[in-house]
């Protein structure tokens, strides 16, 4: 990445640098060295004084505009199906998959007495 960023400081000029974002992948797990789980994106503006910016989220309002994030984390440290009083301020969560199609995690994982692994693939983490 410091070689993409010194290329597009000769383009765009170090100063017209607006912001490095990082973002969480999904299936980064590999069985080689250190998996990468997140990408970069990196900003930059042809002049940086005269740059627009938009907020890409807006506040929901509703429970209906939440689509499968139908769980809230209740802040008493317990996940709950969210209720039509609930504050738009609650974190909202929502079943996941997991496993990965990649490797490395085909292991038994114990829970409450019961052995679990992977039906098909494997964990996405390890």
Not at 24 to 49: C, N, P, Q
Not at 78 to 91: A, N, Y
Not at 98 to 109: A, F, I, K
Request: glycine share 8%.
């Amino acid at each position: 990445m410091h070689l993409v960023r010194n290329v597009l400081d000769e383009v765009f000029g170090s100063g017209n640098f607006c912001a490095d974002t990082a973002f969480l992948k999904t299936s980064g797990a590999t069985s080689e060295l250190l998996a990468g789980v997140f990408d970069h994106v990196l900003w930059y503006a042809r002049d940086r004084d005269r740059v627009k910016f938009r907020r890409l989220f807006s506040l929901k309002v509703s429970a209906d505009d939440y689509g499968q994030y139908t769980w809230v984390d209740d802040g008493r440290g317990s996940i709950r199906p969210t209720r039509s009083e609930d504050s738009p301020s609650l974190r909202r969560a929502r079943h996941d998959n997991l496993r990965s199609q990649r490797p490395p995690g085909d292991y038994p994982v114990e829970l409450e007495g019961r052995m679990y692994r992977p039906a098909t693939g494997y964990w996405k983490t390890n």
